[in-house]
């Protein structure tokens, strides 16, 4: 059995997919056995739903000691799912290509510092891109710079929203993060 810690800031819509695929077998042989938030956040509701070990561990100083001594040993996977805060280098180096994030774009386009939630799809449609999508990666201490795992885009149409091109982004988030994490497991 696999070892999954999902790390959150919000209400935990992407942690629920994982959850559920786990409970499936869509994420097969993997379980998720930690949620930590760095606020306060439905997500952390989600884990208790699911009797996860959940803890909160507001950013703030030794946020990264704090965050490495929560993780379990056995951890074979950090997910980060609508996770707002940036990992310490530290972090990073002790779980080097065992942490994936997803981010609302189509990387390496509109990452970066400032790029997430609203801001990364009013900046796509300001910019006039033709397509957005989401993109499964690797974490490491440049921001949304690691290697991609996986990616799927999405045709922007002409009366596009910031809030429907979100909604039809998370959709595709549903659709590849399961698999990009099975990707990872397997490698």
């Known amino acids: 059995m696999r070892n999954l810690v999902v790390l959150v800031s919000g209400s935990g819509t992407n942690l629920q997919r994982i959850i559920d695929c786990c409970e499936s077998g869509e994420i097969p042989d993997a379980k998720v056995t930690m949620v930590i938030a760095d606020r306060d956040c439905y997500a952390l509701q989600r884990a ?3 009797q996860i070990k959940s803890k909160l561990i507001p950013r703030g100083k030794d946020f990264s000691q ?4 929560e993780i379990p040993e056995n951890t074979d996977l950090i997910i980060l ?4 805060s940036i990992l310490d280098k530290s972090v990073i180096e002790q779980f080097e290509r065992k942490i994936i994030n997803i981010h609302p774009a189509l990387l ?3 990452g970066g510092k400032g790029m997430w ?4 799809h009013n900046a796509v449609l300001q910019a006039g891109e033709k397509e957005s999508g989401a993109t499964v990666h690797f974490v490491t201490a440049g921001i949304d710079e690691g290697e991609i795992i996986l990616q799927k885009s999405v045709k922007i149409e002409d009366n596009e929203t910031p809030k429907t091109l979100a909604e039809k982004v998370h959709q595709i988030e549903y659709e590849i993060f399961p698999k990009a994490i099975n990707e990872v497991l397997k490698s």
């Open 48 to 50: 208790e739903n699911h």
């Open 66 to 69: 704090k965050l490495l001594d």
């Open 108 to 110: 390496p386009k509109f």
């Open 81 to 84: 799912a609508g996770f707002l």
């Open 117 to 120: 939630g609203m801001n990364v």
